[in-house]
């Protein structure tokens, strides 16, 4: 086997998030079933974990920006269309929206931001971070305990959805 076809298969999983093949490009346009008509109960359920992360008390927009981070690192296309569309509702700039897979070499999040975007990748790419010391002191110098439990749940229900949307190839609308 080729190198160059290593490298085709095998994305690197610090910074290539896109598919490694065009057989999972090709797979993506079919959708599989679907969830809330597979399972009412399950759905329901999601929903409401969901609901409780909205009310939490943590800044809406601050939620869709870790949304939209983890939708990215997930390839989740369904979920990415549906959150930054309701972070442009929110005020959110086409910028910041645009920057988000770079925010660490971009200044234009705050520091509270920060500390929620890398908490949000150590979390969603847990099996390489193992959720680092130094990602969780950021978390606990800017968010209070009960803010840090409420935002880990708000990652650990995006990374659910987007586990939803790509496992059953959910399809977002095409406008």
């Given at each position: 086997?080729?190198?160059?076809?290593v490298l085709t298969r095998l994305p690197d999983r610090?910074?290539?998030?896109?598919?490694?093949?065009?057989?999972?490009?090709?797979?993506?346009?079919?959708?599989?079933?679907?969830?809330?008509?597979?399972?009412?109960?399950?759905?329901?359920?999601?929903?409401?974990?969901?609901?409780?992360?909205?009310?939490?008390?943590?800044?809406?927009?601050?939620?869709e920006l870790v949304k939209t981070r983890a939708s990215?690192?997930?390839?989740?296309?369904?979920?990415?269309?549906?959150?930054?569309?309701?972070?442009?509702?929110?005020?959110?700039?086409?910028?910041?929206?645009?920057?988000?897979?770079?925010?660490?070499?971009?200044?234009?999040?705050?520091?509270?931001?920060?500390?929620?975007?890398?908490?949000?990748?150590?979390?969603?790419?847990?099996?390489?971070?193992?959720?680092?010391?130094?990602?969780?002191?950021?978390?606990?110098?800017?968010?209070?305990?009960?803010?840090?439990?409420?935002?880990?749940?708000?990652?650990?229900?995006?990374?659910?959805?987007?586990?939803?949307?790509?496992?059953?190839?959910?399809?977002?609308?095409?406008?």
């Amino acid at each position: 086997m080729s190198q160059s076809s290593v490298l085709t298969r095998l994305p690197d999983r610090q910074t290539d998030f896109r598919p490694a093949t065009t057989e999972r490009n090709r797979l993506m346009s079919t959708a599989r079933l679907n969830p809330p008509n597979a399972s009412p109960d399950a759905y329901k359920a999601m929903l409401a974990v969901s609901a409780y992360t909205e009310q939490c008390g943590l800044e809406h927009s601050l939620l869709e920006l870790v949304k939209t981070r983890a939708s990215q690192i997930n390839g989740c296309a369904y979920c990415l269309h549906m959150h930054t569309q309701d972070a442009r509702k929110m005020g959110e700039t086409e910028l910041r929206l645009h920057l988000l897979a770079a925010w660490r070499e971009s200044t234009l999040y705050t520091p509270r931001e920060r500390a929620a975007l890398a908490w949000t990748e150590a979390l969603t790419l847990l099996p390489q971070s193992a959720a680092p010391d130094a990602d969780y002191a950021e978390l606990a110098a800017h968010f209070t305990p009960k803010e840090q439990v409420d935002l880990t749940l708000a990652i650990g229900v995006i990374n659910s959805w987007n586990r939803i949307a790509v496992g059953f190839r959910l399809q977002h609308p095409r406008a």
